[in-house]
T-cell receptor, first 117, second 114 residues
Framework: AQSVTQLDSQVPVFEEAPVELRCNYSSSVSVYLFWYVQYPNQGLQLLLKYLSGSTLVKGINGFEAEFNKSQTSFHLRKPSVHISDTAEYFCAVSEARGGGSNYKLTFGKGTLLTVNP | KAGVTQTPRYLIKTRGQQVTLSCSPISGHRSVSWYQQTPGQGLQFLFEYFSETQRNKGNFPGRFSGRQFSNSRSEMNVSTLELGDSALYLC?????????????FGSGTRLTVV
Protein backbone atom coordinates (compact mmCIF):
# COMPACT_ATOMS: atom_id res chain seq x y z
CA ALA A 1 0.00 0.00 0.00
CA GLN A 2 1.10 3.54 -0.61
CA SER A 3 0.66 6.72 1.37
CA VAL A 4 1.26 10.40 0.65
CA THR A 5 2.07 13.17 3.11
CA GLN A 6 1.74 16.78 2.14
CA LEU A 7 3.69 18.59 4.80
CA ASP A 8 1.89 21.93 4.68
CA SER A 9 -1.87 22.28 4.78
CA GLN A 10 -1.68 25.97 3.88
CA VAL A 11 0.98 28.07 2.14
CA PRO A 12 0.48 31.83 1.85
CA VAL A 13 2.80 33.73 -0.48
CA PHE A 14 2.97 37.10 -2.16
CA GLU A 15 2.50 37.51 -5.88
CA GLU A 16 5.69 37.01 -7.94
CA ALA A 17 7.41 35.17 -5.09
CA PRO A 18 8.69 31.60 -5.55
CA VAL A 19 6.83 28.74 -3.93
CA GLU A 20 7.51 25.12 -3.03
CA LEU A 21 4.78 22.68 -2.01
CA ARG A 22 6.17 19.63 -0.29
CA CYS A 23 5.15 16.03 -0.83
CA ASN A 24 6.56 12.82 0.61
CA TYR A 25 5.37 9.34 -0.24
CA SER A 26 5.73 5.85 1.10
CA SER A 27 5.66 2.69 -1.00
CA SER A 28 7.32 -0.72 -1.06
CA VAL A 29 7.24 -0.81 -4.88
CA SER A 30 8.08 1.51 -7.73
CA VAL A 31 5.59 4.33 -8.14
CA TYR A 32 4.25 6.91 -10.50
CA LEU A 33 3.77 10.39 -9.00
CA PHE A 34 1.31 13.12 -9.88
CA TRP A 35 0.40 16.66 -8.92
CA TYR A 36 -3.16 17.90 -9.39
CA VAL A 37 -4.71 21.32 -8.84
CA GLN A 38 -8.28 22.02 -7.77
CA TYR A 39 -9.88 25.42 -8.19
CA PRO A 40 -13.02 26.25 -6.15
CA ASN A 41 -16.10 24.29 -7.18
CA GLN A 42 -14.19 22.37 -9.83
CA GLY A 43 -12.67 18.96 -10.32
CA LEU A 44 -8.97 18.16 -10.31
CA GLN A 45 -6.66 19.12 -13.17
CA LEU A 46 -3.40 17.29 -13.84
CA LEU A 47 -0.40 19.59 -13.49
CA LEU A 48 2.39 17.11 -14.14
CA LYS A 49 3.46 13.51 -13.63
CA TYR A 50 6.60 11.50 -13.07
CA LEU A 51 6.74 8.06 -14.65
CA SER A 52 10.46 7.41 -15.16
CA GLY A 53 13.59 9.00 -16.56
CA SER A 54 14.59 12.57 -15.79
CA THR A 55 13.83 13.44 -12.20
CA LEU A 56 12.87 17.03 -13.07
CA VAL A 57 9.40 17.16 -14.55
CA LYS A 58 7.87 20.23 -16.12
CA GLY A 59 4.14 20.75 -16.17
CA ILE A 60 1.52 23.27 -17.14
CA ASN A 61 1.27 26.86 -15.91
CA GLY A 62 5.01 27.10 -15.21
CA PHE A 63 5.07 24.44 -12.49
CA GLU A 64 7.80 21.84 -12.15
CA ALA A 65 8.53 19.04 -9.70
CA GLU A 66 11.59 17.04 -8.75
CA PHE A 67 11.49 13.35 -7.92
CA ASN A 68 13.96 12.33 -5.22
CA LYS A 69 13.95 8.58 -4.73
CA SER A 70 16.31 8.54 -1.75
CA GLN A 71 14.20 11.05 0.13
CA THR A 72 10.91 9.67 -1.27
CA SER A 73 9.86 13.18 -2.15
CA PHE A 74 8.17 14.89 -5.06
CA HIS A 75 8.09 18.61 -4.29
CA LEU A 76 6.26 21.05 -6.55
CA ARG A 77 7.83 24.41 -7.39
CA LYS A 78 7.09 27.58 -9.28
CA PRO A 79 9.62 30.41 -9.56
CA SER A 80 7.04 33.22 -9.64
CA VAL A 81 3.39 32.80 -8.65
CA HIS A 82 0.35 34.73 -9.78
CA ILE A 83 -2.93 35.52 -8.07
CA SER A 84 -4.56 33.00 -10.40
CA ASP A 85 -2.45 30.19 -8.88
CA THR A 86 -4.55 30.38 -5.72
CA ALA A 87 -6.02 26.89 -5.41
CA GLU A 88 -5.64 23.58 -3.61
CA TYR A 89 -2.86 21.30 -4.77
CA PHE A 90 -2.84 17.54 -4.36
CA CYS A 91 0.06 15.13 -4.61
CA ALA A 92 -0.85 11.57 -5.63
CA VAL A 93 0.87 8.22 -6.08
CA SER A 94 0.08 4.96 -7.82
CA GLU A 95 1.96 1.72 -8.23
CA ALA A 96 4.11 1.58 -11.33
CA ARG A 97 3.41 -2.06 -12.05
CA GLY A 98 0.45 -4.36 -12.43
CA GLY A 99 -1.58 -5.77 -9.63
CA GLY A 100 -4.91 -5.25 -8.01
CA SER A 101 -3.99 -1.97 -6.39
CA ASN A 102 -2.17 -0.60 -9.41
CA TYR A 103 -5.17 1.15 -10.77
CA LYS A 104 -5.97 3.63 -8.05
CA LEU A 105 -4.46 6.94 -7.08
CA THR A 106 -3.71 7.61 -3.44
CA PHE A 107 -3.89 11.31 -2.65
CA GLY A 108 -2.36 13.51 0.01
CA LYS A 109 -4.60 15.76 2.10
CA GLY A 110 -3.86 18.76 -0.08
CA THR A 111 -2.09 22.11 0.29
CA LEU A 112 -4.05 25.32 -0.03
CA LEU A 113 -1.88 27.85 -1.85
CA THR A 114 -3.01 31.44 -1.33
CA VAL A 115 -1.30 34.09 -3.42
CA ASN A 116 -1.70 37.59 -2.00
CA PRO A 117 -1.18 40.85 -3.91
CA LYS B 1 -12.99 17.66 -27.05
CA ALA B 2 -15.61 17.26 -24.36
CA GLY B 3 -14.35 16.55 -20.87
CA VAL B 4 -15.67 14.21 -18.22
CA THR B 5 -19.31 15.01 -17.58
CA GLN B 6 -20.96 14.34 -14.26
CA THR B 7 -24.65 14.72 -13.59
CA PRO B 8 -26.26 16.13 -11.62
CA ARG B 9 -23.93 18.84 -10.29
CA TYR B 10 -25.84 19.26 -7.04
CA LEU B 11 -28.15 16.94 -5.18
CA ILE B 12 -29.99 17.10 -1.87
CA LYS B 13 -31.32 13.86 -0.44
CA THR B 14 -32.90 12.77 2.81
CA ARG B 15 -31.30 10.27 5.16
CA GLY B 16 -32.37 6.74 4.26
CA GLN B 17 -32.96 7.46 0.58
CA GLN B 18 -30.81 6.17 -2.24
CA VAL B 19 -29.06 8.11 -4.98
CA THR B 20 -27.54 7.41 -8.41
CA LEU B 21 -24.79 9.55 -9.85
CA SER B 22 -23.78 9.48 -13.50
CA CYS B 23 -20.46 9.93 -15.26
CA SER B 24 -19.73 10.17 -18.98
CA PRO B 25 -16.00 9.79 -19.67
CA ILE B 26 -14.03 11.41 -22.42
CA SER B 27 -14.68 9.72 -25.75
CA GLY B 28 -12.27 6.83 -26.18
CA HIS B 29 -11.50 6.50 -22.48
CA ARG B 30 -12.21 3.02 -21.18
CA SER B 31 -11.30 3.40 -17.52
CA VAL B 32 -13.51 5.22 -15.03
CA SER B 33 -12.79 5.76 -11.35
CA TRP B 34 -14.82 7.33 -8.56
CA TYR B 35 -13.55 9.29 -5.59
CA GLN B 36 -15.24 10.78 -2.54
CA GLN B 37 -13.93 14.13 -1.33
CA THR B 38 -14.73 15.47 2.13
CA PRO B 39 -13.02 18.16 4.24
CA GLY B 40 -12.14 15.66 6.94
CA GLN B 41 -11.02 12.62 4.96
CA GLY B 42 -9.82 14.26 1.77
CA LEU B 43 -9.92 12.28 -1.47
CA GLN B 44 -10.77 8.63 -1.00
CA PHE B 45 -10.91 5.99 -3.71
CA LEU B 46 -14.26 4.30 -4.21
CA PHE B 47 -13.81 2.00 -7.21
CA GLU B 48 -12.45 1.68 -10.73
CA TYR B 49 -13.98 0.14 -13.82
CA PHE B 50 -12.27 -0.89 -17.02
CA SER B 51 -14.21 -2.34 -19.93
CA GLU B 52 -17.26 -2.92 -17.72
CA THR B 53 -15.27 -4.82 -15.07
CA GLN B 54 -14.65 -3.56 -11.56
CA ARG B 55 -10.91 -3.92 -11.06
CA ASN B 56 -10.49 -2.41 -7.64
CA LYS B 57 -12.65 -1.25 -4.77
CA GLY B 58 -11.87 1.08 -1.90
CA ASN B 59 -12.70 0.64 1.74
CA PHE B 60 -16.34 1.68 1.67
CA PRO B 61 -19.42 -0.19 2.92
CA GLY B 62 -21.54 -2.26 0.58
CA ARG B 63 -24.06 0.59 0.36
CA PHE B 64 -21.73 2.07 -2.23
CA SER B 65 -21.86 0.33 -5.59
CA GLY B 66 -21.18 1.12 -9.18
CA ARG B 67 -21.22 -0.17 -12.71
CA GLN B 68 -19.93 0.62 -16.15
CA PHE B 69 -21.80 0.25 -19.38
CA SER B 70 -20.57 -0.90 -22.77
CA ASN B 71 -20.20 2.74 -23.91
CA SER B 72 -17.90 3.33 -20.88
CA ARG B 73 -20.42 5.52 -19.10
CA SER B 74 -20.53 4.79 -15.41
CA GLU B 75 -22.97 5.14 -12.55
CA MET B 76 -22.50 4.90 -8.84
CA ASN B 77 -25.26 4.21 -6.38
CA VAL B 78 -25.45 4.88 -2.68
CA SER B 79 -28.29 3.21 -0.79
CA THR B 80 -29.65 4.02 2.66
CA LEU B 81 -27.98 7.41 2.74
CA GLU B 82 -26.36 8.63 5.93
CA LEU B 83 -25.46 12.18 6.92
CA GLY B 84 -21.79 11.27 6.59
CA ASP B 85 -22.26 10.52 2.90
CA SER B 86 -22.46 14.24 2.22
CA ALA B 87 -19.48 14.90 -0.02
CA LEU B 88 -18.21 15.87 -3.44
CA TYR B 89 -18.16 12.76 -5.63
CA LEU B 90 -15.62 12.93 -8.40
CA CYS B 91 -15.44 10.77 -11.47
CA UNK B 92 -12.25 10.45 -13.48
CA UNK B 93 -11.45 8.74 -16.75
CA UNK B 94 -8.34 7.68 -18.61
CA UNK B 95 -7.70 6.12 -21.96
CA UNK B 96 -6.13 2.81 -21.03
CA UNK B 97 -5.84 0.53 -18.09
CA UNK B 98 -2.35 1.49 -17.05
CA UNK B 99 -1.56 3.83 -14.21
CA UNK B 100 0.75 5.90 -16.40
CA UNK B 101 -2.17 7.59 -18.09
CA UNK B 102 -3.13 10.63 -16.09
CA UNK B 103 -6.72 10.87 -14.97
CA UNK B 104 -9.05 13.56 -16.28
CA PHE B 105 -11.55 14.53 -13.62
CA GLY B 106 -15.08 15.80 -13.93
CA SER B 107 -16.38 18.77 -11.93
CA GLY B 108 -18.09 16.45 -9.49
CA THR B 109 -21.51 15.94 -7.98
CA ARG B 110 -22.03 17.63 -4.63
CA LEU B 111 -24.33 15.45 -2.54
CA THR B 112 -25.92 16.85 0.59
CA VAL B 113 -27.76 14.44 2.88
CA VAL B 114 -30.20 16.05 5.31
Amino acid sequence: AQSVTQLDSQVPVFEEAPVELRCNYSSSVSVYLFWYVQYPNQGLQLLLKYLSGSTLVKGINGFEAEFNKSQTSFHLRKPSVHISDTAEYFCAVSEARGGGSNYKLTFGKGTLLTVNP
Amino acid sequence: KAGVTQTPRYLIKTRGQQVTLSCSPISGHRSVSWYQQTPGQGLQFLFEYFSETQRNKGNFPGRFSGRQFSNSRSEMNVSTLELGDSALYLCASRRGGGAEDGYTFGSGTRLTVV
